[in-house]
């Protein structure tokens, strides 16, 4: 265990599992595990240091862990990143997507309320031509963040007019964060569900009851109900492929984005 540092970093990083952040940390070097948060590491690239935090699922418990982790370490950078699922069916699952706007949209609200953290790099399209020309398939999007896994088809439709709306459940709670403190931030997002896909009323129980599933209640869940085995398989396999470009989106980004934080 290392002690938390007491000299500024350049990135903090912020994911809701640990299975967004393992394939990243396996490149990086100088990986060393971290006290002051639940779960977190410390990370290097090249000249540039960074922090890894892992939260958990929703905006409480990303903002509670970006606050801690802007106590402890100052970083320069605020990245929120993670799974994300597309509102149209113009991305494709593997799609890296960049944050250009963040909203936050609760379907039970009035609003569709706009977030405008401070962003110091290079623009956003230049970072996406960056990830293509590292063969990565990418695009910049408008992040949309809500309170709960929402019903696309039904709820979704004050969301299209806006250009690659893709929706999560914790960069709008960062990226306020990033705001108030006045740290420059960045949304990075893998589609795992396109836009002609649902997310099964069977995972939006899981997460508004045990979060995150773990591998003893899908196999029970699996047994008590084989029909679920197909969609359950094809997930693991997509946000595997999700986490390896995760991985190579930030390998490719931070090395970039260091000099200009």
């Not at 970006?66 to 970083?75: D, H, M, N, T, V």
């Not at 399209?125 to 039904?154: D, S, Y």
């Not at 003893?216 to 047994?223: A, D, N, P, Q, Y």
């Amino acid at each position: 265990m290392c002690p938390p540092a007491s000299s500024p970093i350049s990135f903090g990083l912020v994911a809701a599992l640990k299975c967004e952040v393992r394939p990243f940390l396996r490149r990086a070097a100088s990986v060393r595990r971290l006290t002051g948060l639940p779960a977190a590491w410390r990370f290097q690239l090249g000249e540039w240091s960074g922090i890894a935090a892992v939260s958990g699922m929703g905006a409480d418990k990303a903002r509670a862990t970006a606050r801690r982790l802007i106590e402890i370490y100052s970083p320069r950078l605020l990245i929120s990143l993670g799974y994300g699922g597309a509102v149209k069916p113009d991305l494709a699952p593997g799609t890296v997507v960049l944050g250009q706007e963040y909203r936050h949209y609760d379907p039970g609200g009035p609003t569709l309320t706009p977030l405008c953290p401070l962003w110091a790099g290079p623009s956003i399209q230049e970072l996406v031509t960056h990830l293509q020309a590292a063969g990565l398939p990418a695009a910049a999007a408008v992040l949309v963040t809500t309170p709960r896994v929402i019903v696309k088809h039904r709820e979704g439709a004050p969301l299209l007019f806006l250009s690659n709306p893709v929706l999560d459940l914790e960069t709008a709670a960062v990226a306020a964060l990033a705001q108030a403190s006045e740290i420059p931030f960045l949304g990075l997002r893998t589609i795992t569900d396109t836009g002609g896909e649902e997310i099964p009323d069977f995972i939006m129980a899981w997460t508004l009851t045990v979060g995150v599933p773990y591998w003893r209640l899908v196999w029970r869940l699996v047994l008590s109900k084989p029909t679920h085995w197909p969609y359950l398989t094809r997930m693991w396999h997509r946000s595997r492929w999700a986490s390896h470009h995760l991985a190579l989106a930030l390998t490719t980004l931070l090395p970039d984005l260091g000099p200009a934080v």
